[in-house]
């Protein structure tokens, strides 16, 4: 482990109540110690030694049990090492002095915490990118399969260019669907267009079926919907009901009566017999209860794979669109 490592470590850890209280023992007794030996407050400057503990302290503990430290500090070393209490003896000397160290002590304070702070959203960026990086591995692997299985089970062409126009159509889309990444962070999502245009790369044609009314998502519901969608797809293509020439899906959603909770259906017919995943993937992980999807419930049934999701904060549009059969031909 690299000293940059340790100290990262150190201050992003989280810790408990004990161990907190452990530390702020641990800070106020070694100076404490330490300043005993040398000279027991002989030389003056009682606060010497505290200054170092007050600092590692505000790096390594919550703000408030770092502001405990410094307060016990300033009551402890003024006691042994300055010649009474603070306040036993009321002069300008007295008060400009701890003043000053009530200055001194909440810039280090101050510091500490912004230091700390800073690390930490540091490690959340760090921990998010390999997060980010271990979906795109994902995705890529998934975005080939998905291509592979267009191109052996998808075009319907009696040549060469025909098979061409109309593969390169569905990449064309699949590339386009690519595109929903960015609603949640620049526009509202809203059912049935999330699953037309997610979907419509896979080209199924009549063997996914969308019903549902108009619904519009909150921002934060999109990109995991979205990607919640394409991993459904993804596996029935591979191992589900749209592995085969008999198989086909049914993605129907409707509100409830509260008029706030949506709740979507994904279910699998004709398809092989479903087995259970032997291991969990990230794959796995996008089908989970997580941020803008509230509840997932996964079924492995033989007869076929079926998935409840729910998303708080949706709302009907008025104007009810009636249900369709999808895909629409790519353009």
Known sequence: MTRATAVRKALTRHRG?????????????????LRATVDRGALGLP???????????????????????AWVAAMLSQRLFGGGAWFSEVNPTRVIFFALFAFSAGLILTAGAAL????????????????????????VRNMLAIIQALASRGPKAENPLDFYREFSGRLEGLAHASDLLR?????????????????EPFGMEER???????????GASCIPLIMALHELATNAIKHGALSNAGGRVELSWFMAIDGCNLYLLWKEFGGPVVKPPTREGIGTRLLM??????????????????CE???????????NEPAQRFPRKVR
Do not use: K
């Not at 999701?309 to 104007?319: N, W, Y």
């Open 183 to 199: 609603i949640g962070t620049e526009t509202e999502g809203r059912l049935p267009e999330i699953a037309q245009r997610t979907l």
């Open 17 to 33: 109540f004990a161990e907190q209280l452990f530390w702020v023992a641990v800070l106020l007794a070694a100076p404490t110690a």
């Open 116 to 139: 700390r702070s800073a690390v930490r959203e540091l490690d959340a960026l760090n921990l998010q990118a390999e997060g980010f990086n271990r979906e795109l591995r994902h995705r």
């Open 309 to 319: 999701i729910m998303i708080a904060g949706a709302a009907r549009v008025e104007e």
């Open 289 to 306: 209860p997580q941020p803008g999807l509230e509840a997932v419930e996964v079924n492995f049934d033989r007869r076929g794979l079926w």
């Open 47 to 69: 606060f010497l030694t505290y200054w170092p503990s007050i600092l590692i302290g505000s790096l390594i503990l919550d703000t408030r049990y770092a502001v405990v430290l």
């Open 208 to 218: 996914i079926r969308l019903s549902g009314d108009q619904c519009v998502l909150p």
